[in-house]
T-cell receptor, first 114, second 117 residues
Framework: KNQVEQSPQSLIILEGKNCTLQCNYTVSPFSNLRWYKQDTGRGPVSLTIMTFSENTKSNGRYTATLDADTKQSSLHITASQLSDSASYICVVSSFSGGYNKLIFGAGTRLAVHP | DADVTQTPRNRITKTGKRIMLECSQTKGHDRMYWYRQDPGLGLRLIYYSFDVKDINKGEISDGYSVSRQAQAKFSLSLESAIPNQTALYFC????????????????FGPGTRLTVL
């Protein structure tokens, strides 16, 4: 069964600190892996997208890594800001039938405190 | 203006009522999707459509129906709402896959919070 599991479920850090969120997946066939940021009351917004051959992708203070052998990904946030408070969702795509079926993790809820 | 809009943003209704959630997009995308999000769970696909004449069931379509009235509009209906349909509903759009490229990203609307009493 295709699954995406994220840890931790929630995390509290102080402003300016770094943090790393984890994602493990069992999805086949694998197309790509995305990290989304979902602010409260908003829809998810893409942060990074990585295919099988990419093992690191950065977007400002966000750096995602992918280990396709172990089927693990991480999202590292550097020098956190209050605006980073959100849910971060790991999404794995499986391309079949002409489109990318998305399998969503439950998300990690991050709270950045001053 | 937002590229993907949903109406209403919030709705409280009673068991047995018929409810319609609307989605409109100005991105010019062919493909549209409806998802629901429940606490502690990932988003789950309800229905999707690749063009005006195309409707496909997702993993949790029971109790829902959809209508693709135009390329830009995709509506979700609950014919007889029940309390376990209380959830956050998201519409999304994507461009068609070009040459099998895996990057065709989905863009999400702001969501509709539905409560069924």
């Amino acid at each position: 069964k295709n699954q995406v599991e994220q840890s931790p479920q929630s995390l509290i850090i102080l402003e300016g600190k770094n943090c790393t969120l984890q994602c493990n997946y069992t999805v086949s066939p694998f197309s790509n892996l995305r990290w989304y940021k979902q602010d409260t009351g908003r829809g998810p917004v893409s942060l990074t997208i990585m295919t099988f051959s990419e093992n690191t992708k950065s977007n400002g203070r966000y750096t995602a890594t992918l280990d396709a052998d172990t089927k693990q990904s991480s999202l590292h946030i550097t020098a956190s800001q209050l605006s980073d408070s959100a849910s971060y969702i790991c999404v794995v795509s499986s391309f079949s039938g002409g489109y990318n079926k998305l399998i969503f993790g439950a998300g990690t809820r991050l709270a950045v405190h001053p | 203006d937002a590229d993907v809009t949903q109406t209403p943003r919030n709705r409280i209704t009673k068991t047995g009522k018929r409810i319609m959630l609307e989605c409109s997009q100005t991105k010019g995308h062919d493909r549209m999707y409806w998802y629901r999000q429940d606490p502690g769970l990932g988003l789950r696909l309800i229905y999707y459509s690749f063009d005006v004449k195309d409707i496909n069931k997702g993993e949790i379509s029971d109790g829902y129906s959809v209508s693709r009235q135009a390329q830009a509009k995709f509506s979700l209906s609950l014919e007889s709402a029940i309390p376990n349909q209380t959830a956050l509903y998201f519409c999304a759009t994507s461009d068609r896959a070009s040459g099998g490229a895996p990057y065709n990203e989905q863009f999400f609307g702001p969501g509709t919070r539905l409560t069924v009493l």
